[in-house]
């Protein structure tokens, strides 16, 4: 594997302390590039201090605000975000909520206005802490949300408004027929998992043309279609990312989530039982070990 067409990536770090210790041993191990840090979960201020502690083993490793609207209460005041938020400021939106606010003209200035508002006050929390660096800071989010047209016209207002300094946005595009004709990519296929990867990798033109426009880096991706089951299928399609990458100038960035969480960690923050479900998933320990193993 040629390191410098991969960034091997870890999302979720920052949900639970369980979840970080395996994140933290596999930066402290050399397996990761880079993680992403979700901002608005109780955790957060601890597994700052947790991976801060550990930067000279890890000081390597790039980090990424990881934007979260699906789960944990927000950043902004919940009175800033009334479409988003309960009178709690617990998150109520869905991926479908936001997909489908894309396509109605009367509700979009308003929504738009809240989510630039809460992916401001994400990214600042992380770049006060100290996690993220103000003079490059990088950007994806819980379940690629930021990939509809939306909330990436919020995304690209919060960087113009507040003059954030950015390198790396994430561009989803996971293309489908990287993985047709190989045996390994067709197996154990999740039909949810192609659906995703049809309507992120539509999306995700807009995301380049923006990139391109900034100077900033596009990639490819891989990780939404074997998402929640990266495992060593994923060796027989790395050549073909590789070539591809190596072609069009591009890194390929693969995601895992391989830290796992302990149900005696669920608090009151995780509403959603399908999420529940993926954050205690053993095919999270599967991921570890294929991203130890790479």
């Not at 397996?31 to 979960?41: A, E, G, H, R, T």
């Not at 930021?146 to 561009?171: C, G, T, W």
Request: proline share 3%; with cysteine; glycine share 4%.
């Amino acid at each position: 594997m040629n390191s410098q067409s991969f960034d091997i990536h870890a999302d979720d770090y920052a949900l639970s302390e369980s979840s970080d210790n395996d994140i933290i041993e596999l930066c402290k191990r050399g397996k990761l590039n880079s993680i992403s840090v979700i901002p608005n979960l109780r955790i957060f201020d601890s597994s700052v201090q947790k991976f801060l502690d550990t930067k000279k083993e890890c000081q390597s490793i790039k980090v990424s605000v990881h934007l979260n609207f699906m789960e944990g209460k927000c950043c902004s005041h919940a009175s800033e975000l009334p479409s988003l938020v309960d009178s709690d400021g617990y998150f109520t939106v869905s991926w479908g909520k936001l997909f489908l606010w894309n396509y109605i003209p009367i509700l979009r200035r308003k929504i738009k206005r809240q989510l630039s508002a809460e992916i401001t006050a994400q990214i600042s929390k992380c770049v006060a802490a100290g996690i993220v660096d103000a003079g490059a800071i990088r950007i994806d989010s819980h379940q690629h949300p930021h990939m509809i047209p939306l909330v990436f016209e919020a995304l690209a207002n919060s960087i113009h408004q507040n003059d954030f300094k950015v390198e790396y946005i994430r561009n989803t595009c996971d293309p489908i027929h990287f993985y047709l004709g190989k045996k390994d990519g067709m197996k154990d296929l999740s039909i949810s998992n192609v659906i995703k990867c049809l309507i992120l990798n539509f999306y995700s033109g807009k995301v380049s043309r923006y990139l391109r426009k900034n100077n900033l880096e596009n990639s490819y991706l891989c990780g939404v279609y074997f998402s929640g089951k990266m495992d060593e299928r994923i060796r027989s399609v790395m050549p073909v990312f590789e070539a591809k990458s190596t072609a069009k100038k591009r890194r390929t960035e693969l995601l895992f989530h391989p830290g796992l969480m302990q149900k005696n960690e669920l608090t009151d923050e995780f509403r959603k039982t399908g999420f529940n479900e993926f954050h205690l998933s053993s095919n999270r320990k599967l991921e570890f070990n294929t991203c130890n193993s790479l």
